[in-house]
Nanobody, 114 residues
Framework: QVQLVESGGGVVPPGGSLRLSCAAS????????MYWIRQAPGQGLEWVSV????????AYADSVKGRLITSRDNSRNTLYLQINDLKPEDTGLYYC???????WGQGTQVTVSS
């Protein structure tokens, strides 16, 4: 069955960086768009980014453009999200998803705090 497992979250001071990973299994990873979505404490879901199956195209929410980079390694069935210049408003649970948002991981927590 489809499995998505995020990792790489943690507590980071403002201005720091993190790289999140999403290990995928149970489906044709290299044929599917992949998404990152986040949820701040007490807030709704916020779409963050999408990446084409080949990795050749990406799109980002305006709120994160220029600081976040999504990439993928189809040989490792892994999706990545590089977050630079972390801000307190980046705090939240970060999910990867696929299959037109039908399948989600359990999320990884990012906390930006000094």
């Amino acid at each position: 069955q489809v499995q998505l497992v995020e990792s790489g979250g943690g507590v980071v001071p403002p201005g720091g960086s993190l790289r999140l990973s999403c290990a995928a299994s149970g489906f044709a990873f290299s044929s599917n768009y992949m998404y990152w979505i986040r949820q701040a404490p007490g807030q709704g879901l916020e779409w963050v980014s999408v990446i084409h199956p080949t990795g050749g195209a990406t799109a980002y929410a305006d709120s994160v453009k220029g600081r976040l980079i999504t990439s993928r390694d189809n040989s490792r069935n892994t999706l990545y999200l590089q977050i630079n210049d972390l801000k307190p408003e980046d705090t939240g649970l970060y999910y990867c998803a696929t299959g037109a948002y039908l399948f989600w991981g359990q999320g990884t927590q990012v906390t930006v705090s000094s």
